[in-house]
């Protein structure tokens, strides 16, 4: 009981609770309804107020998950590189791609874009090399002058003259573009038999990405790519967790976190500008969590100065990498708690819970996140075990950045009903639903996420009222100051309100 008596319903709950415990042996179907009402009030969106129109598009909706949920094959329940053309052929997923969604709170840099472009726009530019790795991977590099060799890769091959001897170009097209992404046509569970394997496969591509994406030029070009990417899904803002890299031009000079940070602002700016009803993007600088003491001390410092200098467009900082192999937040609690020894504000977007060793040191991290005041949780897939956790996220309104496709490729999860997310949307616990690495799961934008979150784990009772919820919550719980939070919840609720009254006949 003692969830129930924190409820706005606390006193309902008790009278009916006490009862039923009484006498009473058939049950008062009066009774069973309020219970059930009782339940679909604590929902996320379970408290909102619809209008008539947007009563006549849950109505849709509604008439439309059913018909989903009679599928044989239902496609939350299966991987997602099976269940992609489905979910794509599927009205609901129209309608949510059609849908306002506000922001897209946990996106990374490196794979905002869909990875086709990589290979159609970036390749395709002049003085690409490529050479093939010992571990079958690849590397590109942009060079004026033919490039160094690298260890453990074969002698560089200039894409343009390997292009020009060939009739085809698409098997090598499509060759550079498997080792770019995790999407595959063939059964995944084959192709990734264990995380182990599937978390190598993930930090490989990020690596055969790398030489492409940190070229000045492509950098600049993909950027833009990816704000239209999210812009033309119907999202309006974006919190892009960034590794701010140097960025290399032709001639090999490179460039410093400060001027990659600046770049972001200015095509931000320029975005926004071309693109009024864009609201616009902000910048959460990683590092990886397998440097060690002294690189990190440094890179805290770094950003304190950074979330100083440049605060409209910094929102804050965060630990990128795999948790279960990398070192925990309280391993660099000396660095994480600079900040605040040194009266600098730095706000912290920590990945944590993103595991199912339960119990280990790593499963500490949410505790440990909370700790550390982090304004979200990245992931949160563990917090059911976390009770206290859990009470503290909710109390302190600590949101939850729930990514289901990337939960299951990455092998937390099979069946998308059984997403954790599923008990905190029952009950309205503070989450936003988000895209991770869009580019490396096959997908772009935020609706397939949507789609997952929507039909899989929000079941047949979630509504109209919890896709407003979801969007509302991705302003409420964005790094936005309060006033612009504001402005950018006046700018949702026009397109909001567009789109309901376009799609409610
Ligand atoms: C790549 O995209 C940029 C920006 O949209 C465009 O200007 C350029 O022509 C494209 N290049 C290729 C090779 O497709
Ligand atoms: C190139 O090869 C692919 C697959 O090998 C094939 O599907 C495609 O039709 C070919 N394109 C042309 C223009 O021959
Ligand atoms: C990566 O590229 C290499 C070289 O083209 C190719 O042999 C390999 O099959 C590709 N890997 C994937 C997963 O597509
Ligand atoms: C930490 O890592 C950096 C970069 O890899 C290295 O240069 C440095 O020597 C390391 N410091 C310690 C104390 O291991
Ligand atoms: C977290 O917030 C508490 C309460 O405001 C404060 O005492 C503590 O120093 C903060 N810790 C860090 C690491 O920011
Ligand atoms: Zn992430």
């Given at each position: 009981m003692a969830v129930l008596l924190q409820r706005p319903h606390a006193a309902v709950a008790c009278l009916l609770w006490c009862s039923l415990s009484g006498v009473l042996s058939i049950p008062d179907p009066r009774q069973r309804e309020a219970l059930i009402r009782l339940e679909a009030s604590m929902q996320t969106g379970g408290q909102m107020v619809l209008t008539d129109a947007e009563q006549r598009l849950n109505a849709l909706l509604f008439k439309m998950k059913q018909e989903e949920v009679m599928r044989a094959d239902f496609p939350p329940a299966m991987h997602f590189f099976k269940a992609r053309p489905l979910i794509k052929n599927s009205p609901i997923f129209s309608l949510l791609h059609k849908m306002p969604k506000g922001g897209a709170l946990h996106v990374h840099d490196l794979s905002m874009v869909d990875m086709e472009w990589l290979v159609k726009n970036a390749t395709y530019r002049p003085h690409c090399y490529m050479c093939y790795t010992d571990s079958q991977s690849i590397r590109f590099v942009f060079s004026s002058q033919w490039p160094k060799a690298l260890p453990r890769c074969s002698p560089w091959i200039l894409l343009e003259n390997l292009r020009a001897k060939l009739v085809n170009t698409t098997d090598l097209d499509n060759s550079i573009m498997g080792n770019l992404?995790?999407?595959?046509?063939?059964?995944p569970e084959t192709v990734y038999p264990s995380q182990d394997v599937i978390w190598d496969r993930f930090e490989q591509a990020f690596l055969a990405l790398w030489g492409l994406v940190t070229y000045a030029p492509v950098f600049r070009d993909y950027y833009y790519e990816g704000l239209t990417q999210f812009y033309m899904d119907n999202v309006m803002y974006v919190e892009l967790r960034a590794l701010l890299p140097e960025i290399y031009e032709l001639d090999g000079s490179s460039h410093d976190t400060t001027w990659t940070l600046k770049t972001y602002q200015e095509i931000t700016r320029q975005f926004t500008a071309e693109h009024p009803d864009f609201f616009g993007a902000r910048i959460i600088f990683t590092v990886h969590r397998g440097v060690n003491m002294s690189v990190m001390t440094g890179v805290v410092e770094k950003a304190m100065k950074l979330q100083r200098d440049f605060s409209d467009i910094m929102a804050g900082f965060d630990l990128v990498g795999r948790e279960d192999s990398g070192r925990p937040l309280w391993y660099f609690r000396d660095a994480l708690s600079l900040p605040v020894e040194k009266g600098a504000t730095l706000p912290f977007f920590f990945h944590a819970?993103?595991?199912?060793?339960?119990?280990t040191e790593v499963d500490q991290n949410l505790l440990d996140a909370l700790l550390l005041n982090t304004s979200r949780i990245g992931h949160g897939f563990a917090l059911l075990r976390h009770p206290v956790a859990k009470d503290i996220s909710r109390k302190r309104g600590v949101a939850v950045e729930v990514c289901p496709i990337s939960n299951q490729v990455m092998m937390l999860v099979k069946d998308l009903r059984n997403h954790p997310a599923a008990a905190l949307m029952s009950e309205n616990h503070p989450l936003v639903i988000s895209s991770d690495d869009p580019g490396m799961f096959g997908t772009s934008g935020l609706s397939y996420d949507f789609y997952e979150a929507f039909v899989g784990f929000g079941?047949?009772?979630?509504?109209i009222g919890s896709l407003k919820e979801l969007a509302i919550n991705s302003i409420r719980y964005s790094s936005l100051t309060p006033e612009l939070q504001e402005k950018a919840m006046a700018l949702w609720q026009r397109r909001w309100d567009k789109f309901v009254s376009e799609n409610s006949s």
């Open positions: 992404t995790l999407f595959t046509d063939q059964d819970g993103e595991t199912d060793l339960e119990g079941g047949i009772r979630s509504h």
